[in-house]
């Protein structure tokens, strides 16, 4: 007998992943972790205050050049 598959997002808090990845696979599951997109990165990266403000041209260009 075949099982059917079914994905599920669920968020752990960072104290019970390890048991919880204990639980998975004493089950016989599968955790696949999805990364996250470009734009989710930028927004916690400005969230975080990783943002350089430019005060001009030559500041952009001398930031980047380091």
Same mark, same amino acid.
């Given at each position: 007998?075949?099982?059917?598959?079914?994905?599920?997002?669920?968020?752990?808090?960072?104290?019970?992943?390890?048991?919880?990845?204990?639980?998975?696979?004493?089950? =016989?599951?599968?955790? %696949?972790?999805?990364?996250?997109?470009?734009?989710?990165?930028? !927004? *916690?990266?400005?969230?975080? =205050?990783?943002?350089? %403000?430019?005060?001009?041209?030559?500041?952009?260009?001398?930031? !980047? *050049?380091?």
């Amino acid at each position: 007998m075949e099982a059917t598959l079914n994905r599920f997002t669920v968020d752990v808090p960072q104290d019970d992943l390890k048991f919880f990845k204990s639980f998975i696979k004493k089950m =016989g599951w599968s955790i %696949h972790k999805q990364k996250k997109g470009l734009a989710e990165q930028s !927004l *916690e990266e400005i969230e975080a =205050g990783k943002v350089f %403000h430019a005060t001009d041209v030559d500041d952009l260009f001398n930031q !980047l *050049e380091k």
